[in-house]
């Protein structure tokens, strides 16, 4: 079974920067792709970022040039460093990572930016 735990949420003023990290269970070499998804209050969960194993990104347009995704596979880690932050980016960020044909979450971790 895998698991993938998120750290690094919390509250935050607008302007500031955040870097979410999330670690996963097994070899990262094994998953793909890895990346962050977010589910704010009464909206559905959309994706944010994700990198496959061949260093291909894919970034939702709102955080486009202030979000960045990266991966450390070594340490079954993927990490988002979140600049500009603003208060729409407040939601629940969820960490996902396939293998195969299955599917890993994370239990979320909350941001919350503030004016």
């Known amino acids: 079974q895998v698991q993938v735990v998120e750290s690094g949420g919390g509250l935050v003023q607008a302007g500031v920067s955040l870097r979410l990290s999330c670690t996963a269970s097994?070899?990262?070499?094994?998953?793909?792709?890895m990346g962050w998804y977010r589910q704010a209050p009464a909206k559905q969960r959309e994706l944010v970022a994700v990198?496959?194993?061949?260093?291909?990104?894919n970034y939702a347009d709102s955080v486009k040039g202030r979000f960045t995704i990266s991966r450390d596979n070594a340490k079954s880690t993927v990490y988002l460093q979140m600049n500009s932050l603003k208060p729409e980016d407040t939601a629940v960020y969820y960490c996902y990572a396939a293998r195969r044909s299955t599917e890993y979450w994370g239990k979320g971790t909350l941001v919350t930016v503030s004016l």
């Open positions: 990198m496959f194993s061949g260093g291909l990104t």
């Open positions: 097994v070899s990262a070499f094994s998953l793909n792709p």
